[in-house]
């Protein structure tokens, strides 16, 4: 293992210094264009398109997807649909975990009554610790179990790349041309 | 009773991940790699009673060091040099992916190369001849489809001979235009005088040429941590390069 | 096969098919073109405009490519005659 005794990276360093800088941005075009040269040869023999309509398929899809008339329009339909069910979604079983908690709490409360607890120490567990606790998550748990997947899903599909595609412009202007990425 | 390396490589959306999570189940653990915001995953797996290290190593397009990812992954397999080196393809846009599977192969000739989606591939009608690719290659080749859990077996199998070194594999070198293979031919025996046979010279003298001294820079940390006596004969180097 | 002159991506309708001539986009961009298959000699396919007219779509070794206009100003190459295939 490791390294012979004679390894040297500076003698490596020395061997690219002879080679001249301008000419290696020729080499690096040369080098990647030879690769993709022998992986298209590769490829032509080996590989077989029996059906070329079918791979132009998907194409079709996104030329409606990203269309001048449709692009928007579909996106913001997306949108709503996507915003709707999250909130018209959430309503039954926002309702349905405030009840359940609602019922917990009046157990908590007979219990506490029952160990002759306090009235202050029942107000901070029970009114507030518990009743806030149980309002914020009977609120945001249904929407976020619901919003969520549904973007992974769309993510799935690869719609949200087409969105990107999309919308570009009107995020990338602001920046003007200095940086990308 | 051993215990071998396999990296998996390839494009990123190869499904890479699902072979890697379909290989480990819940036997992985992520974390950094060294130094870097890079997600580093790794797991295990057992075969005919021998324990597999898999790292999944950061989906890239090339491996010319354009992005840390690139880096990373160029680093483990030429400096670290798993026992097996896996390389995902996606079935379905083979000319892409198989760019990064011919720089793989100059790198380490302990590949396998494994063409996934292959489900995908065949309802968008593209056959694929794995025989006569695996002979053009040199390199074991599997149709797999991670997502159902196909090719699976045929997969690990091929892993383990490239382990065990049942296999050898030979694999195509890519032949680059006159001038750049005879100016190959100048470097290479100098490179492999300097860093010895455990390392792809053809490979380093092709980086050389395309002036990515990154992988010098990094054969060098990988020295510094193995040698003091030669760290100090780099700095000199350096001291004198600059 | 004629040479028709060089026109930049700017100059290519949709559905046209161009065989690149030379990139010049220069850095980190140029070589991750390269590495997409922006390479002389390939052949892509102008795919279609986004809505806002921006980026453009290429067909790529199979692949769509999503490419802004400072770039595309800066690819070259010649418009390939409709014939057969």
């Given at each position: 293992m490791g390294f012979p005794a004679h390894t040297d990276g500076a003698a490596l360093r020395s061997l690219m210094q002879k080679i001249d800088k301008g000419e290696q941005t020729g080499i690096r075009d040369q080098i990647v264009v030879d690769l993709y040269r022998k992986a298209h040869e590769l490829c032509a023999d080996?590989?077989?398109?029996?059906d070329r309509k079918k791979l132009m398929e998907t194409y079709k899809l996104d030329r409606i997807l990203t269309s001048r008339v449709w692009g928007f329009p579909i996106m913001l339909a997306m949108l709503g649909v996507v915003f709707w069910l999250t909130i018209a979604g959430a309503n039954v079983p926002s309702s349905m975990l405030a009840g359940f908690f609602g019922r917990i709490e009046g157990y908590l409360t007979a219990a506490f009554q029952a160990l002759h607890a306090p009235d202050w120490l029942h107000g901070i567990l029970v009114l507030g610790l518990y009743r806030g606790t149980s309002w914020v998550v009977s609120v945001m748990l249904p929407p976020m179990a619901i919003f969520f997947p549904i973007f992974a899903l769309l993510e799935n599909f690869g719609y949200l790349p087409r969105v990107a595609f999309n919308m570009d412009r009107l995020f990338k202007n602001p920046a003007a041309t200095a940086s990308r990425h | 009773m051993s215990t071998y390396r396999v990296a998996l490589i390839g494009?990123?959306?190869?499904?890479k991940s699902t072979l890697f999570n379909a290989l480990t189940g819940l036997r992985q653990h992520t974390g950094n790699w060294a130094g870097k915001t890079v997600v580093r995953a790794e797991g295990e797996y057992e075969y005919n009673g021998h324990t597999y290290n898999v790292i999944d190593l950061p989906g890239t397009y090339?491996?010319?060091?354009?992005?840390v990812d690139e880096e990373v992954a160029r680093d483990y397999i030429?400096?670290?040099?798993?026992d097996v080196t896996v390389i995902v393809l996606d079935a379905t846009a083979m000319e892409r992916n198989m760019n990064l599977a011919l720089q793989v192969l100059e790198m380490t000739s302990r590949a396998v190369v494994c063409l996934n989606l292959i489900d995908e591939a065949g309802k968008l009608g593209i056959e694929i001849r794995e025989q006569l690719l695996a002979e053009k290659l040199g390199v074991p080749v599997v149709k797999i489809s991670a997502r159902n859990k196909q090719g699976i077996t045929e997969l690990l199998r091929q892993i383990e001979n490239v382990a065990k070194r049942r296999i050898v594999p030979k694999p195509v070198q890519v032949k680059y235009s006159e001038e750049i293979e005879r100016r190959i031919q100048e470097l290479e025996p100098e490179v492999r005088r300097l860093i010895?046979?455990?390392?792809?010279a053809r490979w380093i003298a092709l980086r050389l040429l395309d002036g990515d001294d990154s992988i010098i820079a990094a054969l060098e940390r990988r020295l510094g941590a193995n040698a003091s006596q030669t760290k100090e004969m780099i700095a000199d180097g350096l001291s004198c390069a600059h | 096969m004629s040479s028709s002159p060089l026109v930049s991506l700017m100059d290519a309708a949709t559905g046209q098919r161009i065989r690149l001539a030379s990139i010049q986009v220069q850095g980190v961009l140029r070589r991750r073109l390269l590495d997409l298959?922006?390479?002389?000699g390939a052949v892509i396919e102008v795919l279609q405009a986004s809505p806002l007219g921006d980026p453009v779509a290429y067909r790529v070794n199979n692949t769509t490519i999503a490419l802004r206009r400072e770039e595309r100003e800066r690819i070259f190459g010649e418009i390939c005659k409709e014939d057969g295939e």
């Open positions: 080996t590989v077989t398109y029996k | 494009n990123p959306n190869t499904g090339s491996l010319f060091s354009n992005s030429v400096l670290d040099r798993p010895g046979d455990d390392y792809p | 298959g922006f390479v002389p």
